[in-house]
């Protein structure tokens, strides 16, 4: 396998636009990172897009690629529930570092307030036997947050206390769909969706795009001397919930940042940088542990400690990830890819991690009956 | 049974009571819920229909605020797991101010949980076991 690296990022603000479709905001996400990248695009050899739930039509790639003039090339559109936009990079990262192209882009985009879910809690499809009885993702996490306090120990405030960071770092990025602090009480005290979980413990419903060139070594060397490399890449599945797990631990991320652990060489000790899947607040306390960014059982005790604010040892989500920055489904997949990539090469600006070496990107979603989550989702390491 | 059930194959009814039916590997003994046509532990077909236990314990709960399927909300709901080793997502039955534990044994009722077309669909609720000598 080749060594693999980011040679141009691009994203657009996260908000509500619903004068653009999904193929506009996808557009303008690949337009910036060829622009990012300075290269022709028809330089590039092969394609990937993703949309997860908006009406528009199959072929995001096509539509996008075609507005740069770019046809005729190989170009496939990925759906993968909130993993769409990981597993759309993972492919990419395949395709350059198995040598089967040397250059490459990944498109995620998605216009939500355009979509027939606007307004909806996500729910599982049609003659899913959890689905019909009334499951959500927001219950669903609201079951994991409340073992997180009954078993674990945390507190109301303690659930809370990523959105609190996270709607922080926000305030700092361009992009971001909110810009504004918010308190722990102003969090604890927002509707009850499904408890524990309050509405500001939620992402937003949120329209845009991000897009990412891949490219091998020696394209990289032409075009930039700020090498980031995307060191592996890993994606995992659902699995079967006998006998019963504990929906607490993440087992399944976990494993996948295992691997890339063990894949690249690189101790988990060493990572600056962590952009991942905060839908709702309390999913980044357990995250912690899973990608051995602190040991599971100190989790709670490591965040009240702020490891994981800005200027803390391992800040997470600086973007002010999906909660405050915004969660267009299929775009968050790469979009934590592109702030990574950003935060190595230290142009990520006011929310700058600084002398950031080693990132990870962590992205997952989807629910099933009868399989413990996330249905899709993965893991990426990063140097420069 | 000919009454609507809100989804095919998961109760039984056998002389005038109900049961939840799950799938029993008749190879390595293993138990899902709903069944499937293949045993998700060694992958035989050899997978027969079992009648689950009536009883379990609340792994954990939420109550939704906003409807999410036809029952009306508020909604409490539980993840239920049952001797069999099988975990299931189920809407609770509560008397008024009654709290939920995780730990505490639930079992289950069977009822109708909505109408469609002008006829009672039948499903099933969970309700906690009072501990015996608990004030009510």
């Known amino acids: 396998m080749r060594k693999v690296y980011v040679l141009g990022v691009g994203q657009t603000h996260f908000g509500k636009t619903p004068q653009y479709t999904t193929y506009d905001l996808g557009f303008m996400a690949a337009k910036a990172a060829v622009q990012d990248a300075g290269i022709d695009p028809r330089k590039i050899q092969v394609a990937y897009g993703g949309h997860c739930i908006d009406n528009s039509g199959a072929v995001t790639i096509q539509n996008v690629m075609s507005r740069m003039g770019v046809t005729n090339i190989e170009m496939t559109n990925v759906f993968n529930a909130c993993g769409t936009g990981i597993t759309a990079t993972h492919l990419l990262w395949k395709d350059i570092a198995s040598g089967a192209y040397d250059i490459g882009i990944v498109v995620g985009a998605e216009s939500m307030t355009t979509s027939s879910w606007y307004g909806k809690l996500l729910a599982p499809a049609k003659g899913d036997l959890n689905g019909v009885l009334g499951v959500s993702m927001p219950a669903s996490v609201g079951m994991v947050a409340q073992r997180l306090i009954d078993v674990h120990g945390a507190t109301p405030a303690d659930l809370a206390y990523p959105s609190v960071k996270n709607h922080k770092n926000a305030c700092l990025n361009p992009y971001a769909m909110f810009k504004k602090a918010l308190t722990t009480e102003e969090i604890l005290n927002s509707k009850m969706i499904s408890t524990p979980i309050t509405l500001l413990q939620c992402c937003p419903a949120t329209d845009g795009a991000a897009a990412v060139i891949l490219c091998s070594e020696e394209v990289a060397r032409q075009y930039t001397t700020k090498l980031v490399c995307l060191e592996h890449s890993q994606l995992i599945t659902g699995d079967y919930d006998y006998p019963g ?65 800005l200027g803390g040892r391992c800040p997470v989500n600086p973007s002010g990830g999906l909660l405050a920055l915004g969660h267009p489904i299929a775009a968050s997949g790469v979009r934590v890819l592109t702030e990574i990539a950003l935060q190595l090469r230290g142009d990520a600006g006011e929310h700058q991690v600084q002398g950031a070496k080693v990132g990870l990107a962590q992205m997952k979603g989807g629910y099933q009956t009868g399989m413990v989550g996330p249905m899709s989702g993965g893991v990426q390491l990063l140097t420069r | 049974m000919e009454r609507k059930v809100i989804l095919d194959g998961i109760i039984e009814e056998r002389d005038g009571e109900y049961f939840l039916v799950g799938g029993k590997c008749k190879k390595c003994g293993r138990v899902s819920y709903p069944s499937k046509p293949m045993c998700v532990g060694c992958f035989s077909e050899d997978v027969e229909p079992c009648y689950l236990s009536k009883r379990g314990v609340v792994y ?77």
């Open chain 1, 245 to 309: 797990r504990n929906i607490v631990s993440d087992e399944l991320i976990a494993r996948a940042a295992d691997t890339a652990y063990r894949k690249t060489g690189i101790d988990p000790s060493e990572v600056n940088v962590v952009e991942m899947h905060d839908a709702f607040s309390p999913e980044e306390i357990y995250a912690y542990g899973s990608l051995k960014i602190c040991k599971d059982d100190e989790a709670i005790q490591c965040m009240r400690d702020g490891w994981f604010d």
């Open chain 2, 60 to 136: 954990s709960y939420t109550t939704t605020m906003r409807p999410t399927s036809k029952l009306e909300a508020p909604c409490t709901f539980a993840y239920i797991d049952l001797p069999e080793g099988a975990r299931l997502f189920t809407p609770m039955m509560l008397e008024a101010d009654e709290k939920m534990k995780i730990g505490s044994e639930a079992e289950i009722v069977f009822c109708d949980l909505w109408e469609e077309d002008g006829e009672p669909v039948l499903g099933y609720r969970f309700k906690q076991v009072k501990e015996e000598g608990a004030e009510v």
